[in-house]
């Protein structure tokens, strides 16, 4: 799975290879690694890294950020994930054309719309199979379909362009 760490030091991506109890994750170009975590009661993580342990207390707020405080330090965390539509993405799109991208390979199991068809922001457009879920890739804002070059059946890589909208 892969994800964008957001803070106010800029944007990180990563990528989730496995999960729980033993992570393996690959921070933006970065080396594979690993860490053990247990989550001992809601909220509070226990993180085995590199031969360290960290306790990491972790809380959502309102507008959706992660704040996580470990060994004294306040950290705010945005996590954005590209197969999910969120109001704040919609409104960071602008006018001109859009791309739909897989975010990771995958089979395209249905197409949902078609060149020409008119779309609402959060509508689905089409739906990619990966690692046995089905991810249904919405549209960002509203428009009109340009193009829809994913085929259902087909195969598709991560960051293969499925669709645009104007």
Do not use: H
Not at 45 to 66: N, Q, W
Not at 126 to 138: D, R, S, T
């Amino acid at each position: 799975m892969k994800l964008t760490l957001c803070t106010e030091g800029g944007e990180q991506p990563i990528e989730i290879l496995a999960s729980a109890p033993r992570y393996r994750f690959r921070l933006g170009d970065a080396a594979e690694r690993s860490a053990d975590v247990e989550i001992p009661e809601p909220g509070v993580y226990s993180v085995l890294l590199d031969g360290r342990v960290y306790d990491a207390r972790v809380e959502e707020t309102p507008a959706g950020l992660l704040v996580i405080v470990i060994d004294g330090y306040r950290f705010e965390i945005e996590v954005r994930d590209p197969r999910r539509w969120s109001r704040k993405d919609a409104a960071r799109a602008s006018g001109g054309v859009e791309t739909v991208a897989a975010p990771m390979p995958g089979k395209v199991v249905r197409v949902l719309v078609a060149p020409g068809d008119m779309v609402a922001a959060g509508q689905g457009l089409l739906v990619v199979e990966a690692m046995k879920m089905q991810n249904e890739m919405k549209a960002s804002r509203d428009g009109r379909i340009l193009s829809v070059t994913a085929k259902e059946g087909a195969t598709v890589a991560a960051g293969e362009v499925l669709a645009r909208i104007e």
